[in-house]
């Protein structure tokens, strides 16, 4: 990951088991060096189960 690079991925997990409402928690970009990517979380809701998705980002989305 490079200084100002764009994540390939956001980290979306819902904000509860019972509901399929989800919240952006984090970014992931690919790793430089190989396959895999490095995950960065920034939040994790209330009631956690520990599971999230990486989806891409949407062109308008902003940093």
Request: proline share 8%.
Given at each position: ?63
């Amino acid at each position: 990951m490079a200084k100002g690079e764009k994540p390939a991925f956001r980290a979306r997990a819902k904000t509860h088991p019972d509901q399929e409402f989800m919240t952006t928690i984090g970014a992931a970009w690919r790793f430089r060096d190989g396959d895999g990517y490095v995950v960065r979380l920034e939040s994790v809701p209330v009631n956690w189960d520990g599971s999230f998705l990486l989806v891409p980002p949407k062109d308008d989305e902003a940093d």
